[in-house]
T-cell receptor, first 110, second 112 residues
Framework: KNEVEQSPQNLTAQEGEFITINCSYSVGISALHWLQQHPGGGIVSLFMLSSGKKKHGRLIATINIQEKHSSLHITASHPRDSAVYICAVGQGGSNYKLTFGKGTLLTVNP | KAGVTQTPRYLIKTRGQQVTLSCSPISGHRSVSWYQQTPGQGLQFLFEYFSETQRNKGNFPGRFSGRQFSNSRSEMNVSTLELGDSALYLC???????????FGQGTRLTVV
């Protein structure tokens, strides 16, 4: 079993829909990261969180440390949100290491 | 501030050759980590450097090595290339412990 599990693997939505991507992990973590990867490869860090909830524009990330679960929400989705969303857990302090989920491919149709 | 810069962006090498990839972190960031991304395995951690010292290493063979210079720029080297080394290699820089990671655009290596 992977240490970081994401669901769903693929998600297709219509523009304007509310989207949720889930991430569960089985190890102790220092922080959880949500990343976005567009075709072509570049990765953008969306959130880094270790508790509670963070919001940036239409994106919201939550984490429940006790349940070892995090969600990424996109409100009022737009075709430009189409990308792969990757959950990664960070472990360690000075020897920090990221372990990644397999990613969720989101396609938002106009 | 300039972002994380990786060079080259694309590379084609022949089996058995070696390759060196470069990563320049964001100014002031002392941590550089390297990752391999393949369609089958996804993103996997290679190693992390902080102030010229390797602090953590992933589960990769000894053919994969790296180093960090005093200006925090980092290089990774893969010797005796295999077809399976074809991948997108990403580096990320961080300012310090438990801080956000900023990724470069990656180097796409193709081994033929």
């Amino acid at each position: 079993k992977n240490e970081v599990e994401q669901s769903p693997q693929n998600l297709t939505a219509q523009e304007g829909e509310f989207i949720t991507i889930n991430c569960s992990y089985s190890v102790g973590i220092s922080a959880l990261h949500w990343l976005q990867q567009h075709p072509g490869g570049g990765i953008v860090s969306l959130f880094m969180l270790s508790s509670g909830k963070k919001k940036h524009g239409r994106l919201i990330a939550t984490i429940n440390i006790q349940e070892k679960h995090s969600s990424l929400h996109i409100t009022a989705s737009h075709p430009r949100d189409s990308a792969v969303y990757i959950c990664a857990v960070g472990q360690g302090g000075s020897n920090y290491k990221l372990t990644f989920g397999k990613g969720t491919l989101l396609t938002v149709n106009p | 501030k300039a972002g994380v810069t990786q060079t080259p962006r694309y590379l084609i090498k022949t089996r058995g050759q070696q390759v060196t990839l470069s990563c320049s972190p964001i100014s002031g960031h002392r941590s550089v980590s390297w990752y391999q991304q393949t369609p089958g395995q996804g993103l996997q951690f290679l190693f992390e450097y902080f102030s010229e010292t390797q602090r953590n290493k992933g589960n990769f063979p000894g053919r994969f090595s790296g180093r960090q210079f005093s200006n925090s720029r980092s290089e990774m080297n893969v010797s005796t290339l295999e077809l399976g080394d074809s991948a997108l290699y990403l580096c990320a820089s961080r300012e310090g412990v438990n801080t956000e990671a900023f990724f470069g655009q990656g180097t796409r290596l193709t081994v033929v």
